[in-house]
């Protein structure tokens, strides 16, 4: 899981996105929310996003990181795959020095939406 920050149109929103890893293998991000004070279930996504412009950020992070192995058991070894597994046993040691080398506090990447969904 880790944070990241999205600019539109070159205009920085200013909470961070948070990144994580889905049941899939595949990164998933949420936007910034408003949380309602004092508990009450009035919580809301701080910024609205065309559905291209999730499909962008989704791209983006699939370039990023590397897809793990999806949760479950696999069919063919009866291998289980929980949220407990060691990294190294969902995603090759490589791959990980690859996105550590990449993924540094000056790494950007740009999406255009233009042949999005």
């Given at each position: 899981a880790g944070v990241f920050k999205v600019n539109f149109?070159?205009?920085?929103?200013f909470n961070t996105f948070t990144c994580s890893i889905q049941a899939t293998g595949h990164p998933g991000f949420c936007p910034p929310l408003f949380i309602s004070p004092l508990g009450e279930p009035a919580s809301f996504v701080a910024v609205q996003m065309t559905d291209k412009t999730q499909a962008a950020i989704l791209k983006?992070?699939?370039?990023?990181?590397?897809?793990?192995?999806?949760?479950?058991?696999n069919?063919?070894?009866?291998?289980?795959?929980?949220?407990?597994?060691?990294?190294?046993?969902?995603?090759e040691l490589e791959e990980?020095?690859?996105v550590r080398e990449l993924v540094t506090k000056s790494y950007s990447?740009?999406?255009p939406?233009?042949?999005l969904g």
């Open positions: 149109d070159n205009i920085a929103v983006a992070l699939k370039l990023t990181f590397p897809k793990l192995k999806p949760l479950g058991r069919r063919e070894t009866g291998i289980e795959i929980t949220y407990d597994t060691p990294m190294h046993a969902r995603l990980v020095k690859k990447i740009t999406t939406l233009a042949g």
